[in-house]
C-alpha cells in the first residue's frame, strides 16, 4: 500500500469514518452514475437469457476493467430487496470475445446456475432488468490455462463446473487458429457429466472442435451408467488435470486418479459447497469486536459461523459469498483460536486474518472488523 492511498483511508476513517474517501462520496457521485462504487468496476448487461435452470448474462465492462484470463471469476454485485449482495462466478466467454452489437467492445459472459432455495440466483434477472448496469469485480483467481499444451490435457467438470473450461477451451482455439507449433496436437480431452438434457453449451463445444481437432469430448451421464474410472482410464501420470464442479464430484476424481498413479502435483482443481461444520463446537463464547475505537462484547454460540453469530447480534460486518470464496469478509483476529469450517484446522493463539464465513469460535476472541 503506498503512501497516499495509506493517507487516504486514514484521512476517511478518522474524519468520515469509511474505509476511504470514495465511499463516503458514494451516494453523490450515483446520482450522476449509478452503480458507482469504489473499489468496484461498473459493466453495462449487453443481454440476459433466462435458460433452463440457467441465467447467462453477457456484460461490457467499463475501459480500465483488467483482462481476464481463461478461467478466471468475478465477483458480481446486484441490489436486491434494497441490499447489496455479492457472488463469485466464472467467466464462460474466451477473453478474446467481442460484443456482437459493439464489435470493438469486449465483453464477458457469465453462466449462471439457479438454485431455487437461495436468496441471490433466483432474483438475478428481476434485479438485472431493474438496474441494466452491474458491479464486477476484478478478475480473480489462479485457475487458469495460458498456453496450448506441451503434454495431454485433461479437464473433467460436473454441471456448471463447466463454465471455466469454455472460456480456456475458447482461449485455446484463438491460439491454435494462429499456431504452427508442432505443440498444438497434445490431446485435450473434456469429460462433462451432467443431467440428462442438461449439458450446457453443446453446439459451442462442437464448434470448438472444429478448430481444435486434438480436443476429445466425453458428454457423460451418470444415470446413464457412465462412470469416471471409464472416462478417465486413459489418463496416464504425464498429463495434466483440471477439474471444477461440486466438492463430493473433486473427491471422487481424486480417489480415480489415485487409483491411475496420477500425481498430486500434475492436478489443479476449483470446486465449490456450502461451509460444513468438521468438528462442531459447543457451548457459548465471549467475543470481544473492535469497530474503528468502539469496543463491543458479545456472547456468541459456538456453533454458527462468526459472521452469522455476529450479524444476529446486530453487528455489521462486510461480506459477500457467505462460502469462503470472495474473501470479503475478512477480518482480524487479535486472539483465541477459531476453526475453518471447510478444513478442519484450528488457529493458533496469536493475530491472524481470518474469514468470518468460514470460521467458528473455540475459545473467546478478540475480532478487529
Sequence with gaps: MNVLTRLNHATAKTLLHTDSIGSYLEPIIQRFKPAWRTHWFRARVLSIKNLDGVVELLLSPEKHWPQAKAGQHVLLTLEVNGRLMTRPFSISSGPQQLSNDHPRQRSIRLTIKVNTEGGFTPKIVESVLTQRVVNISAPQGDFVTVDLPNNPVWFVAAGSGITPFLAMLHHLAHLASGSARSGANHPIHLVYFAKALEHLYVDELLAISKVLPQLRLQLLVRQQGHHLSDALLDCDPSSQVFVCGPAQFKHAVDQQLDMLLHPQQQRRAEYYQAPVVAQQSTGE????????????????????????????????????????????????????????LRTGELSQQGEQLIQLCISQAVTSLELEL
Design 285 to 340: 463464547h465471549d467475543v470481544l469486536v473492535i469497530q474503528r475505537s468502539t469496543s463491543t462484547l458479545l456472547t456468541l454460540t459456538a456453533d454458527d459461523n462468526l459472521l452469522t453469530g455476529l450479524e444476529q447480534q446486530g453487528i455489521r460486518a462486510n461480506f459477500g459469498c457467505r462460502i469462503g470464496v470472495c474473501h470479503q469478509c475478512r477480518c482480524v483476529k487479535k486472539s483465541g483460536v477459531v476453526r475453518n
